[in-house]
């Protein structure tokens, strides 16, 4: 067995050239290797835009490359549990984005808040409700005047049940205006029910129907925040129509595991900063209507814990 | 080359044409078809970890897979059924027809092959990519018959290399690599080949 | 026409020098990426992503684009030389490609394989090219009922090309269909069968299923019976296919090619199912039904038409709705959204250059693949000739590399892993693995388009059989399984008189 104890004897002898390497992960260098940001979905989707967008601009503050990968499965969290378990040494960011907040409020998962240090929430949008513009009710009024008469005649297609979705159908059903929840796990199908006009009508967020909206296809019709969108002034909140429902908005962060070493999380935080602060930030997050100041620090932390706080007291209703 | 006809030196005896001892052959077809309807009747009580709360509308998440069982359960009753009808008459031919080889089949290399295979995917998080995967092609070309350490030596730490390079350089793949020592022997490396 | 003019323009566009040099590197990267065993084009489109950003718009579609046709095909390579399908929808190419090899027309199949699918391919391209406006709005008519009734009829195809009892095969797809349940449920977000396992609650992926079944299982076989892997000259003709050869399948081929340009549409169903039911439909169809999985020319050339007619296919809802079907197509989305563009009715006024040249390199690419499909299959051919201990090991080591890339998750290797020593004893036993494979491809797929049409439907299942175009399928997908299966019920029948 020559060969086996050759390759003992190399190994050895990498290795210890590798320790005298080692020991090198403190601050003052870092990052000095590339820097892994975990898309907590699969390509092709909103969380998966906005981590490819933020990595290519966090390079350059950064001066590392960061390759993003993407770790979908069970609503982001085969994600953030491989972001948890990885080093906390500042070389893993994960995105962390509402949905799998509220998945954590109906069960899923076992990862917590506490679990993480959010470095910048980036990117916010309330939801709207959308009809096709072949649809028989152009506005909200129209619609949930319709509904009150006919409970659960009109279809909404959402992401799933136990959603920021499912709970605002739930607050509308309250209110008297009952309609359904179709539920669609895939987002193309999603879009495409309403205005294949198989669902009456669709609950989303603008950036992910933008190219919807714009072609004409897709209309808004209510938003469920405390004001109305910059983007859209003609579109009535929900408030306006005497039924309040806001905070539920979908947000997508940037976020590392919990215990990083501080001085990271302020490098990182300021890589953040200039990204967002960048004219090709300002231009994606426009055409996703999704721009907003970053939160940071405690307030991003609250944020989050806040949210699954809010939809798990939603849900046990 | 080194791979014409390397098993004579393995002490195994090849079983003829199927792979499988006689005696477990004869139990194994009504063995299969026995432990999967116990397992359609047992899964469906082990669906769920936690309540369930969501789920209160419509037919509810358990519902599919609680059919799907119910339909394996059913086809694997038939199936020991037609095993059981098959056993009652001469010349009638069991549900599981076991392939016939046209060539030795080596029971104990498969096994060892397996063996090599899963400590490959165990080590792989432990020690890195890198490591594991030229201890892996080392030692399965060296069991596989090829001897020659002039081929091995090289096609091991070159093919590692350009695999490396390939998957972690070029596709930006985070393969594993390693933990503790070994993380900074792959990070090490990694800078060493230029990825990094 | 307008069309034929923008197409013109397209194809102008197309063939300026780095254009055309784009197509051609990324359909070589998408046929070797797909012929590796591990690696499916889709790993391969999604790892190609951070290249397009350094690309124009139009570039970046053109290299995925590439990397897309070839892909689907290269599957076909590693399934007709060494019976492991580089991607899932190469799966039925072992089932008539590989036994041709053993027979030594190794050349032969692959000829057949390549030219089949590059007509599918270049067919669908056609229809994307000049038909995508009505396709689109006739895809839109098509709803989660119908989309259930397509994937019932997949699930069908499945029992009707079983070679073994129909009873075994009922069991390993529902087996299949149980493994796809595990994780996430589609509706409601909870965890199903995780066992208190975390990782769990993320599912099996049927890639990673299919890499351990088949690649596994099959290197081990390698190791157990001393098999030797170079291609044999079979009484010293190791020839191509001829003319003739091809003229004799024209009929799968298109048969095949229909097929997959209608599955293509289908949010969600893309090459696989495609490819799964065009094998079935033509082996009633085929005079020599009886002998498939034998090494039956039809048998090969239909499901790869089908599965390169699906590449055309499934662009048109995403070009002309915006709307991607597969997970191929949203990683073009991907692309495409992070240029800043966003496909969709709009892009045909705002940007009718791009779509055409869009257009213009999907025929392009399906017609070189005929060239890049043979390179790289002799090159692979070559590769063959080393020897099979170096093989299979790198084989092992692309295929724990594919597994742990379909989601940069060590746990998929594990599951891999399990499937493969799984894929093994099934394997010795006689347990046919195929079905199974099926099953965690489409079991998904049914449960959820199930199950959001009974939400839209009031919980009313009648939906299936009063919407005309599903009520169709499913009378469809019924006689299918009746006339398959009858000899088989006829055969029983006179065994028991006797």
Redesign the interface.
């Known amino acids: 067995m020559k060969t086996l104890l050759n390759k003992t004897t190399l190994g050895a002898t990498l290795l210890m050239g590798a320790m005298a390497m080692g020991g090198t992960a403190m601050a003052q260098g870092y990052p000095d290797r590339p820097v892994e940001l975990i898309v907590t979905f699969g390509p092709g989707g909103g969380a998966d835009l906005m981590g490819r967008t933020m990595a290519q601009l966090m390079e350059g503050p950064l001066g590392v490359s960061i390759p993003v990968s993407n770790v979908g499965g069970a609503s982001g969290n085969a994600g953030l549990t491989q972001l948890r378990t990885n080093p906390a040494d500042g070389y893993t960011m994960g995105t962390l984005i509402s949905l799998t907040v509220a998945s954590w409020a109906s069960g899923l998962g076992d990862n917590k808040p506490e679990d993480f240090e959010v470095i910048a929430v980036v990117q916010s949008s309330p939801s709207f409700l959308f009809v096709p513009s072949s649809g028989a009710h152009q506005t909200a009024e129209a619609l949930f005047e319709f509904a009150r008469g006919n409970p659960g005649a009109i279809t909404v297609a959402t992401s799933g049940y136990g959603t920021q979705d499912d709970v605002t159908l739930k607050l509308l059903a309250n209110a008297g205006i009952q309609m359904e929840n179709v539920p669609f796990q895939a987002p193309a199908e999603r879009y495409a029910s309403p205005i294949g006009g198989h669902t009456a009508a669709i609950y989303e967020e603008p950036g992910d129907v933008a190219q919807f909206v714009q072609a004409g296809q897709l209309v808004p019709v209510v938003v469920f925040a405390a004001e109305r969108h910059p983007e859209f002034p003609d579109v009535p909140t929900s408030a306006e129509l005497g039924i309040d429902i806001s905070g539920l908005d979908n947000y997508r962060t940037i976020a590392v595991a919990a215990g990083t070493p501080a001085d990271i999380v302020a490098k990182l935080s300021e890589a953040v900063a200039t990204a967002t602060a960048s004219d090709e930030w300002k231009a994606f997050c426009t055409k996703t209507y999704s721009c907003i100041t970053p939160v940071t620090g405690d307030a991003a932390q609250a944020m989050v814990s806040d949210f699954r706080d809010l939809i798990a007291a939603q849900l046990a209703n | 080359?080194?791979?014409a006809?390397?098993?004579q030196d393995l002490g195994q005896m090849p079983q003829a044409g199927r792979?499988?001892p006689p005696g477990f052959l004869r139990l194994?077809p009504t063995l299969?078809?026995l432990a999967?309807l116990v397992l359609?009747l047992v899964?469906p009580g082990?669906?769920?970890?936690?309540?369930?709360?969501?789920?209160r509308?419509?037919?509810?998440?358990?519902?599919?897979?609680r059919a799907?069982?119910m339909?394996?359960a059913v086809?694997?009753a038939?199936?020991i059924a037609?095993d059981i009808w098959v056993l009652s008459a001469a010349g009638r031919k069991p549900?599981?027809?076991?392939?016939v080889?046209d060539?030795?089949?080596?029971?104990g290399?498969?096994i060892i092959?397996?063996i090599m295979?899963?400590a490959?995917?165990w080590l792989?998080?432990k020690i890195g990519f890198a490591?594991a995967?030229a201890?892996?092609?080392?030692v399965?070309?060296?069991?596989?018959?090829?001897r020659n350490?002039l081929?091995?030596?090289p096609?091991t730490l070159i093919?590692t290399i350009a695999?490396l390079w390939l998957?972690m350089g070029?596709?930006?793949?985070?393969?594993?690599r390693g933990a503790g020592?070994f993380d900074?022997?792959s990070?090490?490396?990694?800078?060493a080949t230029g990825i990094? | 026409m307008a069309a034929l003019d923008l197409l013109g323009g397209g194809f102008l566009a197309a063939f300026q020098f780095w254009s055309f040099m784009t197509i051609v590197t990324g359909l070589l990267v998408g046929v070797v990426a797909g012929a590796l065993p591990g690696i499916s084009f889709v790993n391969a489109m999604a790892m190609a992503l951070p290249f397009t950003y350094v690309m124009e718009p139009t570039q970046s579609m053109l290299f995925l684009g590439g990397i897309y046709v070839g892909g689907v095909f290269g599957g076909s390579i590693s399934a007709i030389l060494i019976n492991v399908p580089g991607t899932p929808a190469s799966l039925p190419a072992t089932w008539d490609g590989y036994p041709m090899t053993k027979r030594g027309e190794a050349k032969r199949a692959l000829t057949i394989a390549v030219t089949a699918s590059a007509t599918g391919g270049l067919v669908s391209a056609l229809v994307l090219a000049f038909l995508s406006a009505p396709f689109a709005s006739f895809a839109l008519k098509f709803s989660q009922p119908e989309f259930f009734a397509a994937t019932i009829l997949g699930l069908v195809s499945v029992i009707a090309i079983a070679k073994d009892q129909p009873v075994i095969t009922m069991v390993s797809l529902l087996l299949g269909i149980v493994v796809g349940t595990v994780g996430v449920d589609p509706l409601y977000g909870q965890a199903r069968f995780s066992f208190g396992v975390p990782e769990m609650e993320s599912g099996i992926r049927f890639v990673v299923v299919m890499i351990g079944l088949f690649a596994i299982g099959e290197v081990v076989d390698l190791l157990a019976t001393n098999r030797d892997l170079r291609p044999k000259k079979s009484q010293g003709k190791a020839i191509g296919a001829s003319f003739r050869d091809i003229l004799n399948v024209k009929g799968a081929i298109a048969r095949g090619t229909g097929i997959g340009c209608l599955i293509g549409m289908i949010p969600g169903a893309g090459a696989t199912p495609g490819a799964v039911i065009a094998y079935g439909i033509e082996k009633q169809v085929s005079k020599r039904g009886k002998d498939f999985g034998t090494g039956v020319e039809e048998g090969l050339a239909a499901p790869e038409a089908a599965k390169n007619a699906t590449t055309g296919a499934a662009m048109v809802p995403l070009l002309t709705l915006g709307i991607p079907g597969s997970a191929a197509t949203a990683i073009m989305l991907a692309a495409m959204m992070l240029h800043g563009v966003s496909p969709g009715p709009l892009l045909f006024i705002m940007d009718p250059t791009m779509v055409y040249t869009i257009f213009a390199a999907m025929i392009i690419a399906n017609i070189l693949m005929i060239f890049a499909g043979i390179g790289v299959a002799q090159l692979f051919s070559t590769l063959m000739r080393t020897p099979p201990a170096i093989l299979a090991a790198f084989i092992i080591v692309l295929s724990v590399v594919g597994a742990f890339g379909v989601r940069n998750n060590i746990f998929d290797v594990y599951v891999c892993l399990a499937f493969g020593v799984l894929g093994w004893g099934m394997k010795r036993v006689g347990f046919p693995s195929a079905p199974l494979v099926l099953g965690v491809i489409l079991g998904p797929l049914a449960e959820r388009y199930f199950l959001t049409s009974m939400a839209n439907a009031q919980q009313d299942w009648t939906v299936f059989f009063t919407r005309p175009i599903s009520g169709t399928i499913l009378g469809l997908a019924l006689v299918f399984i009746l006339w398959s299966l009858s000899p088989g019920i006829k055969r029983l029948w006179i065994a028991r008189r006797a």
């Open positions: 080359m080194a791979s006809k390397p098993n792979g499988i194994l299969i078809p999967l359609a899964l082990h669906m769920f970890q936690s309540d369930q709360t969501a789920s509308v419509g037919l509810g998440p358990a519902a599919w897979p799907m069982l339909g394996m086809f694997a038939l199936w037609r549900t599981l027809s076991i392939p080889e060539t030795p089949y080596h029971f290399k498969a092959g397996l295979i899963v490959y995917g792989l998080p490591t995967t201890i892996f092609i080392l399965w070309c060296l069991f596989g018959g090829l350490l081929v091995v030596v096609v093919g695999l998957f070029l596709a930006l793949m985070p393969l594993p020592v900074n022997f990070i090490w490396l990694l800078r990094y």
